[in-house]
């Protein structure tokens, strides 16, 4: 057998397979981006990548439509053909099928601006947002907001419902990214452990200055966590009393969607 044919066509699968990989981690930085878009050197930072793997992955993504370029801010966004390729399954999740009487009970009760977030690999996406009823409402993140794991409460509580060497893992994973949120890694891990201990997220400072943010996790049946219940106040609507009570509320619904998912 000729053992150079042999080791070059064991490797070939692994290559191609690494190539993927990188593409989807470009595509996942992009997508934090939203609208607006990345600019090069941020992917490059973000992703780890060298200048030139991030140049050629992103212009084969721009040639078969998955990308575009912004011609004004020359920065990288998500393309038109990627919400294309998403009508292929346009039913609701049954995650969100299930959250639905959850966060409009929540939302009701509360009266401020209830989130739904979800786990995507190392990352948060917002896919729901009720507006509540009180004058203020902290408007934060919109729907289809990319986070890294750790930024948010909701993605501190989502950390804390893993075993710590998972979190920890992820975590170290991001540690690039962090720094464009104003925080890090030894600061994610020390909220994660105080959410772990309080049996939910809460973050005294939210996104916004002046407010704060309670999240409390959802698990799927195998027992990992998938979500994130959040909900965003400004401060003087939180303080201990109404966190305890806010807490409670978000922890039973969290239950709820859970005996739901598993029915």
């Not at 053992?3 to 692994?14: G, Q, V």
């Not at 030139?52 to 920065?75: A, D, N």
């Not at 959850?102 to 896919?127: K, M, P, W, Y």
């Not at 075993?163 to 925080?183: D, G, M, S």
Request: net charge positive; charged share 25%; hydrophobic share 40%.
């Amino acid at each position: 057998m000729d053992r150079t044919r042999f080791t070059r066509n064991a490797m070939e699968p692994r290559q191609g397979a690494q190539a993927i990989r990188r593409a989807l981690a470009v595509l996942r930085i992009l997508a934090a981006g939203r609208e607006d878009g990345v600019p090069l050197a941020e992917v490059i930072r973000a992703t780890g990548l060298t200048r030139p793997t991030v140049h050629r992955i992103v212009h084969v993504l721009i040639e078969e439509g998955i990308v575009e370029r912004h011609e004004r801010t020359g920065r990288y966004a998500i393309g038109n053909q990627v919400p294309e390729l998403a009508l292929a399954r346009p039913r609701p999740s049954r995650l969100l099928i299930a959250a639905n009487p959850s966060l409009q009970r929540a939302s009701t009760e509360i009266g401020d601006t209830l989130f739904l977030t979800v786990r995507t690999g190392n990352d948060t996406l917002c896919v729901d947002r009720r507006i509540g009823i009180y004058p203020i409402q902290v408007l934060s993140i919109e729907v289809g907001a990319r986070r890294p794991l750790g930024v948010s409460s909701a993605g501190v509580a989502i950390l804390a419902a893993m075993p710590a060497p998972e979190a920890r893992k992820i975590v170290a994973a991001n540690e690039k990214r962090l720094a464009a949120y104003q925080t890090d890694t030894a600061t994610v891990l020390g909220q994660v452990t105080a959410a772990r201990r309080r049996g939910y997220g809460m973050r005294e400072i939210g996104l916004v200055q002046g407010t704060k943010s309670i999240s409390t996790w959802i698990k799927t049946p195998d027992g990992q966590p998938a979500a994130a219940m959040t909900v965003s106040a400004v401060r003087t609507r939180l303080g201990p009393r109404r966190e305890q009570e806010v807490a409670e509320i978000l922890l039973r619904e969290a239950q709820i969607i859970e005996h739901a998912i598993r029915g």
